[in-house]
């Protein structure tokens, strides 16, 4: 706040020192006299104005509000209140023989007692392997878990193998903090501008707080706007929250976009973001004194800084380069091998499809000699990965 609430004591000394500076025959303020007591009534109504007056700053302005009234504001300016928490994403291997099905919605098992489900059915191939999205769920930060926590599925199929998560969980987040809601209030012209895509998507937050941001996809043949939703997790909307979504914001909508007839359709038609697989495959040598395991987290978490979902543009490649950077700028990380730093099994630039956004579904660790750098706890894993030759494992020598 700019106005700053003054304790009594000091208050009572300013008015004290202004009676003195303006009367000659006040000389001595005694604790328990009349004038000690007008002054300290003087003092109160002083302090009371300041503080409505700080109060009232904080409705001007947001980077003096705190908790409830930060909550006030966002009440009076017509945003969406507070979100809540979320849950996370992430990928795992899961190994099986050919032909096991694993149905959608499979619950799997980790070691921080998190449970995450299968987004989509799986029916292992000849490879003996399959990546698949998982979403936790349960909400919060704590659903972040790290690598190689997810082992298990509670109920695993006939011909089930094994299962792991190669990279930590993300997008799990607490209720949101003061800090999150003061850039809120900051973007209130664009919330109130109709034709903007902010507008749309801070009312789609309202009613799902997994949603990030929106991409415009163009106009179908049917002369529908198609807009691609990205959620905190990377997590898929099913197709009953999609549908949901579309009839919670058309009340909002533009008549534009809107179909004639009072029907409830809407001229707006909402997809998923297509998230493309990043695979990583690296060979380093690392500090021992610092930790495989540490040095695991760090490199995730530095990369997922990196493909930050807010901030990736449509179409933007992965750049090789910078991913390199990324791990050899790790602390701990003394060499990466140029040779065998594979990125999607290649030495380029990934380049992404239009309206797509990286997720990371395989990371694998190995040291000089090439051989994976297993953790540093024991996992009840039978297969770790194909001893045949695999395209996506090639290594150059």
């Not at 000389?27 to 007008?38: C, D, E, R």
Request: net charge negative; hydrophobic share 40%; glycine share 6%.
């Amino acid at each position: 706040m700019i106005t700053r609430v003054h304790t009594i004591e000091q208050i009572k000394a300013w008015v004290t020192e202004s009676l003195f500076n303006n009367s000659k025959r006040v000389t001595k303020v005694s604790p328990h006299s009349i004038l000690n007591g007008f002054i300290y009534g003087i003092s109160r109504v002083f302090q009371k104005v300041m503080r409505e007056v700080s109060l009232l700053e904080t409705y001007l302005f947001p980077d003096s509000a705190i908790g409830s009234d930060l909550d006030a504001i966002l009440l009076r300016e017509g945003l969406p209140a507070r979100f809540g928490a979320t849950g996370s994403a992430t990928w795992v291997r899961i190994m099986a023989e050919e032909g096991t099905v694993y149905p959608q919605y499979s619950q799997l098992i980790s070691t921080q007692g998190i449970t995450f489900r299968l987004e989509e059915p799986i029916t292992m191939s000849s490879a003996g392997y399959e990546y698949a999205k998982v979403s936790s769920i349960t909400v919060g930060s704590n659903t972040n878990v790290v690598p190689l926590s997810i082992y298990a599925f509670s109920l695993p199929p006939a011909g089930h193998l094994g299962v792991f998560n190669e990279y930590r969980a993300i997008g799990g987040r607490d209720a949101e903090d003061d800090e999150a809601i003061r850039a809120r209030i900051k973007n209130i012209s664009n919330v109130a501008s109709i034709e903007t895509m902010e507008r749309i998507t801070q009312l789609m937050m309202v009613f799902n707080p997994n949603v990030l941001r929106i991409f415009h996809g163009g106009i179908d043949k049917l002369g529908r706007v198609n807009l691609y939703v990205a959620t905190q997790n990377g997590a898929d909307l099913t197709q009953d929250e999609i549908q949901a979504l579309t009839v919670y914001i058309a009340p909002w909508l533009s008549v534009y976009d809107l179909n004639p007839y009072n029907s409830l359709e809407t001229g707006i038609v909402l997809r998923n973001v297509v998230y493309t697989q990043v695979s990583l495959d690296m060979s380093i040598a690392y500090n021992l004194n610092i930790g495989v395991e540490r040095i695991r987290r760090d490199i995730q978490i530095n990369l997922t800084k990196y493909l930050d979902f807010r901030f990736w543009a449509s179409g933007q490649p992965v750049e090789y380069a910078r991913v390199l950077e990324i791990v050899r700028s790790t602390n701990g990380v003394l060499f990466v091998s140029n040779n065998n730093f594979m990125l999607n099994s290649e030495l380029n630039d990934l380049y992404m499809p239009p309206l797509s956004l990286p997720m990371i579904s395989s990371f694998i660790l190995r040291d000089l000699n090439l051989n994976i750098i297993l953790p540093e706890f024991t996992l009840p894993l039978p297969v770790f990965y194909p001893n045949r030759p695999n395209q996506q494992f090639r290594q150059l020598v």
